[in-house]
């Protein structure tokens, strides 16, 4: 049996395992097997062959589909790694998610997060710098959607840990919880182009993210720095000048 042979089973397989609606009709089941049949494919050949090396034509006969049938899910290559990234990475924030101790610092918890992603990367760095360009200059404008779909659901998890905090008292009351998360997440995601980029060792895109996040969230602490507002005498001496 050949290689495109076992991924085609394998893909089948994992398909059928999947947990769905009874009241699904059998269009829209044969649309999911199929997106499902081609992300197995795409994420076996990219692990097995490279994603340098993998052809478009071989995740289409290894998900036991016609190209132009390829071509109406995942228009490139690069479609069919946000395909594998968004299956994966949902899991992925899901499971770390669950790792991380509820009652811990903010500062713990947002480390703890971003490290489980990091360990992600690291596992296929060629990869994880493919799909640092595709989420960060998008050549599909249809696959937007679903490259929005992680950093939202990450965001959502750093809401959780801020709202908690909050509510303990170790940041203060003032402090909106998106607004911080997004604050968190940029941080994340700056420096991990760094690392990606290959600006910054891996050990050095580690401390410079660890310093960042500190000083923001020090800075959202109780007895941290709070908006500066003008005194009155400043506000006054303004209005006499005018």
Request: hydrophobic fraction near 40%.
């Amino acid at each position: 049996m050949d290689t495109s042979s076992k991924i085609s089973k394998q893909a089948s397989a994992k398909s059928a395992k999947r947990e769905h609606p009874q009241t699904e009709g059998r269009r829209e089941r044969n649309k999911r097997e199929k997106v499902a049949r081609i992300t197995a494919a795409a994420r076996t050949l990219f692990h097995i062959k490279g994603y340098t090396e993998t052809t478009t034509q071989e995740v289409a006969e290894a998900a036991d589909i016609g190209a132009g049938t390829l071509f109406l899910y995942a228009k490139s290559k690069e479609d069919l790694l946000i395909l594998v990234f968004k299956d994966e990475m949902s899991q992925l924030i899901e499971e770390v998610y669950g790792t991380i101790r509820k009652k811990a610092p903010l500062l713990e918890q947002a480390e703890s997060l971003f490290d489980g992603f990091i360990e992600y990367h690291r596992r296929d760095v060629v990869i994880a710098r493919a799909l640092i360009r595709e989420l960060s200059f998008s050549g599909n404008p249809g696959r937007r959607k679903d490259v929005l779909t992680i950093p939202e659901a990450i965001i959502e998890k750093l809401v959780h840990f801020v709202s908690a905090a909050r509510a303990r008292g170790e940041i203060r009351a003032d402090i909106d919880p998106v607004e911080a998360a997004r604050c968190l997440f940029a941080i994340y995601y700056q420096q991990l182009q760094t690392w990606l980029g290959t600006y910054v060792s891996h050990s050095a895109f580690k401390q410079n993210m660890h310093v960042l996040l500190k000083f923001v969230v020090d800075g959202m602490s109780v007895g941290g720095i709070r908006k500066i507002e003008p005194s009155r005498n400043k506000r006054t001496s303004q209005t006499g000048k005018k």
